[in-house]
């Protein structure tokens, strides 16, 4: 505790000693005292700090008013007034005991006392069980883990406490801690409240750090990807854009400065080149990006620009994958994909892609534990599938069926000697790495390519799905609700997926097995001869399912 003794009296009754405190000497001068309980007084005598402010002069002003002569004072009292002090004026208190011991053994209700502890006192704290406050005075205490000690403030709001935290000790020396809770307390005493005064310091520290359009953008785009559960490949896409038609121009531009039309000639770029569907893209991540920097506060409403017809792009153009839909055509690629003289690997890959029809991503990471020959059902879990990133994590989510039919089956018994019987089944050979052990996304579009496809106006991996879902409904006569259901796509309907569940797996397995024997006829040059929309040709006579190790 920090006092001076600027006088003694001796009382008459009892012959003790009393100490009077700097509050009571000044105390009719209420506006010097006011002041004063802010004050720290330097005591020599019990190792004192230095006052932030000049404590002494404070004094001698007041000592030569007339009303707080201090040798008037004291000839007027004759005891101790704790009353007097601990009730105007808490900071300071007259006590005919007056130690730091006393304090922190009675802790008088409403009494708050400067310098309570000492270097060597917070040194020789030692952890508990369980943690305990250590006061210091002017709401400052000092928290005793086992995990180490820290400083603290504590004060009321509303009649509940709050603790706002001053940093950890030693890094947070005594008189640093002290420093804090002298200008919390300030703080106090003109209205504010000291943790939401640190909440907007932070914030107006969080918003200048993002100063530019780009640490913008990451940020908005780490909010994002967490928020809307982006997938890693969706994210890496859209920061790329970002990086390649934006940052280098204006990513280093604080946001409000930027003009409109700079904007306009980073989304000119990509469509002059002829990727229109690149520029709107572009254009949709930069818009969310103005939006973010307004909800934070890094820019004025009035000064977000960007909206869906900056640019003047014109509408998008959609365009399917290429695909065949002429059995003729069709013939011939399965022909062609029969005699590939690439890697076996990939020849397996090429010629299940139009006779499962399933998503080119599902087929290249396709496992041998999803694959039960004895049933002859492939399982593809949720986490391979296209959906979002939560129905992929959901429990509920069900895994989406395959059957296979017997000419599938044959090719995977092929293939089951030199990638099986753990692992991917479509094993990428150059590549080792946990990460890139399955073949590339690009592998059966590069195969396509290397026997004379064009993957832009012909055929594509996933361009196997549309080829078999037209041929299937034209040439088989099967409903849409079994393709669709095959396909993995979701009920057009309203609540369609949350009420119709079905699998058809008995129907879809007739039906993949019809579809199999018409690619082998289509291969060997039979053409379907249609007749009331059902397809008339000769089937094979069927063959028996091979078993593993057979």
Known sequence: ???????????????????????????????????????????????????????????????????????????????????HCASLYPAFVCTPVCTPQWFREKQPLGVQVLGLLSETQIKAAKPGQKEYLLNDGDNLYLRVRTTGKAWIYRYMKDSKPIKLGMGPYPEVSLAQARAKAYEANSQRANGLDPKEVREHQEELARIARLHTFELLARAWHTSAKKDREWSEDYAQKVIRHLEIHIFPWVGHKPIEVILPTEIVRCLHRPKDRGNLETAQRVREAVQHVYQYAVDVGALEPSKNFVNKNTGG??????????????????????????????????????????????????????????????????????????????????????????????????????????????????????RRSEKSRYISDNTINAALRTMGYDTKEEITGHGFRATARTMIREHLGWEPDVIERHLAHTSDEELGSSYDRAAFIAQRKTMVQQWADFLDELEVGQMPMPEDNILQFIRHRPRPALRVGT
């Not at 012959?15 to 330097?42: M, N, Y």
């Open 1 to 83: 505790m920090r006092w001076r003794k600027f006088g003694q009296n001796k009382s008459q009754s009892s012959g003790v000693k009393h100490t009077f405190c700097f509050s009571c000497i000044i105390s009719p001068f209420d506006g010097l005292v006011a002041q004063s309980v802010e004050q720290r007084i330097e005591n020599p005598c019990v190792g004192g700090s230095i006052p932030p402010q000049a404590t002494i002069l404070l004094f001698q002003h007041a000592s030569k008013h007339p009303k707080t002569q201090k040798y008037q004072y004291l000839r007027r009292q004759s005891s101790p007034r704790t009353s």
């Open 313 to 430: 792009l014109p509408p998008p153009r959609s365009r399917h994958f290429a695909a065949i839909t002429e059995p003729a055509q069709l013939g011939q690629l399965l022909r062609d994909i029969r005699s590939y003289h690439g890697h076996f690997i990939t020849r397996c890959a090429l010629r299940l892609a139009p006779m499962m029809f399933q998503r080119p991503g599902q087929i290249r990471l396709a496992d041998w534990e999803d694959i039960n020959f004895e049933v002859e059902l492939w399982r593809c879990p949720p986490e391979k599938m296209k959906m979002r990133e939560w129905q992929k994590r959901d429990s509920r989510t069900p895994a989406h069926i395959v059957p296979l039919p017997r000419q599938a089956l044959e090719v995977l018994r092929e293939l089951y000697p030199l990638t099986g019987p753990t692992g991917p089944v479509f094993r990428s050979m150059s």
